[in-house]
Nanobody, 121 residues
Framework: QVQLVESGGGLVQAGGSLRLSCAASGRTFSSYGMGWLRQAPGKEREFVAG????????DYADSVKGRFTISRDNAKNTVYLEMNNLKPEDAAVYYC??????????????WGQGTQVTVSS
């Protein structure tokens, strides 16, 4: 089992940047594929980005490709989401999640509590 705690959300102007972090507990962090998903009010939760166990494979939603970067540091049990050129439509609660599956867009087994990202226009 793994516990996840996100940080780094906040209010930013359109065009600005934020870096989200997700700290994981436990000694098996490198056994999990990691992802960031988001949910805006009135919308379904959607996949944003994912990174494989060793960090070599990443996947992004088309809406964030070229603007967001996911990375992980297995020595620090942490996954990051660097968000640049933020748009008002990026505003949402961002969740960090861990999966035992090999696919990064499938079901996630463990979730953090979420961190709010607000983008002003």
């Amino acid at each position: 089992q793994v516990q996840l705690v996100e940080s780094g959300g906040g209010l930013v102007q359109a065009g600005g940047s934020l870096r989200l972090s997700c700290a994981a507990s436990g000694r098996t962090f490198s056994s999990y594929g990691m992802g960031w998903l988001r949910q805006a009010p009135g919308k379904e939760r959607e996949f944003v980005a994912g990174v494989s166990r060793n960090g070599r494979i990443t996947d992004y939603a088309d809406s964030v490709k070229g603007r967001f970067t996911i990375s992980r540091d297995n020595a620090k049990n942490t996954v990051y989401l660097e968000m640049n050129n933020l748009k008002p439509e990026d505003a949402a609660v961002y969740y960090c999640a861990a999966t035992l599956n090999f696919g990064l867009r499938g079901t996630y087994d463990y979730w953090g509590q979420g961190t709010q990202v607000t983008v002003s226009s």
